[in-house]
């Protein structure tokens, strides 16, 4: 890179070179690289790290219903994403006329990811172990996968339903199905809201009055 | 001043190498962020760009599909582009426009394109869904197209259920949701 012939080279013994001094000012030359990298760098790092992705499978319409009426009763936990960030949720099956059948939760480590990870506590230590196996490397990436999926699918696993009101945002849906990940559910499915649902929800909010109104008629 | 145009070298063939461009986006949208660390998929994407109010834009990585998504477009409509129009469609980063003003809007130089787009939107709802017809015709150019949903956190759930009830409708059920990845990583 350097064109510089520096004076007094001793290597040739018998020749003799011409000595000359030959300097090549390398400035302009870093002032365009330092202005290229500082191009690329506004125009990549921004956005970079934050395309990440969750890839959500859905299914068929008519699929989704034959799942659902599989699903036991016990073990499925319904989530109803409301407006302003409120999140409510059943298992089982509602009680219409107990309005208390219907909790309140939150987004919050403490709220939603709490109540999936007591149903789900099995399935998430066996996660973990595999994690562990797996960081040992004890077991390959494919048989983690694998059985990862299998303990996803098992048989005391939660299934759970989302419905999501109108009035929700798209970042509760996300934050939802985040949750789904993080707590190692494997059964999850994204529905409609019923009109029953509307009919708890109010039932919640005005403490059970819509069940006292029924009751007096 | 050797080792520092050497390092500024080193740096710049690393950005080179390293970059992928930003895509010029008519709206700004904000991302939610989730723990989910699967990169998504460079090739091959069709983008899905939602914003708050309902707007729909969409954008294909490859520019002889697009062009073909075009043509077929507008055989659906029964609207003919000129070439000028073709090419200035295959360079524009992403579209959204109803197809009955694509020709005009085809016809404006980039900078006014750039200018209104941002008020246009694809049509989104039952009794004209062109965002469906867009979708179909993406899939039937490229058969190994991804699908991905941005939006903004604070869409409405009513507009992306929409959306995902068209492609439901098409039965495209895997589609990806592009969030941002959260930073503190807690469970």
Same mark, same amino acid.
């Given at each position: ?20 001094? $030959?300097? $090549?000012?390398?400035?302009?030359? $870093? ?13 990549? !790092? ?24 599989? $699903? ?32 309140? !939760? ?28 797996? !960081? ?82 | &001043?050797?080792?520092?145009?050497? @390092?500024? @070298? ?5 950005? &080179? ?9 008519? %709206?700004? %949208? ?9 990169? +998504? ?8 760009? @939602? ?21 077929? =477009? ?15 469609? =295959? +360079?524009?980063?992403?579209?959204? %426009?109803? =197809?009955?003003? &694509? ?59 929409? %959306? =995902? ?12 949701? +592009? ?9």
């Amino acid at each position: 890179m350097s064109a510089e012939v520096q004076e007094g080279g001793r290597k040739g013994k018998g020749t003799k070179q011409k000595k000359m001094a $030959v300097r $090549v000012d390398f400035t302009p030359m $870093v002032d365009m690289n330092m202005l290229l990298i500082t191009f690329f760098m506004l125009c990549t !790092t921004l956005i970079k790290p934050q395309t990440m992705e969750l890839s959500m499978p859905t299914n068929d319409k008519d699929i989704t219903d034959d799942q659902k009426s599989k $699903v036991k009763a016990s073990q499925a936990i319904t989530l109803l994403l409301g407006d302003d960030d409120k999140l409510f949720y059943y298992e089982g099956e509602p009680n219409y006329q107990d309005y208390t059948s219907l909790k309140e !939760t939150s987004y919050e480590p403490e709220g939603l990811r709490k109540l999936l990870l007591a149903r789900n506590a099995q399935a998430v230590r066996q996660v973990n172990e595999l994690k562990q196996q797996k !960081t040992d490397l004890k077991i390959s990436e494919e048989e983690y996968t694998k059985q990862v999926a299998d303990i996803k699918s098992g048989k005391n696993t939660p299934t759970v339903i989302i419905k999501a009101l109108d009035e929700s945002s798209y970042e509760n849906l996300v934050s939802a199905l985040d949750e789904m990940l993080i707590c190692q559910i494997g059964k999850y499915v994204i529905t409609d809201v019923a009109e029953g649902d509307r009919f708890l929800l109010k039932n919640y909010e005005t403490k059970g009055g819509l069940t006292k109104e029924i009751a007096m008629q | &001043m050797t080792a520092m145009s050497d @390092v500024t @070298v080193l740096l710049l063939t690393f950005f &080179m190498l390293t970059s992928t461009f930003v895509k010029k986006e008519p %709206v700004q %949208v904000v991302t939610p962020s989730s723990v989910s660390e699967i990169k +998504i998929p460079e090739t091959d994407i069709l983008q899905i760009l @939602v914003e708050p109010s309902g707007k729909i834009f969409m954008s294909l990585d490859k520019q002889p599909d697009m062009k073909a998504v075009l043509a077929k =477009m507008g055989e659906e409509y029964g609207i003919r582009f000129t070439p000028e129009q073709e090419r200035k469609f =295959m +360079i524009a980063s992403t579209f959204g %426009v109803p =197809m009955q003003r &694509m020709s005009n809007f085809l016809n404006l130089s980039a900078e006014e394109q750039d200018k209104i787009l941002n008020t246009q939107g694809i049509p989104c709802d039952s009794s004209d869904n062109q965002f469906k017809s867009w979708v179909r015709h993406a899939r039937a150019v490229n058969p190994d197209l991804r699908i991905a949903i941005k939006a903004d956190a604070d869409t409405p759930y009513s507009i992306i259920k929409n %959306v =995902m009830n068209s492609l439901q409708d098409l039965r495209e059920n895997r589609y990806n949701l +592009i969030t941002a990845l959260k930073s503190s990583a807690e469970g």
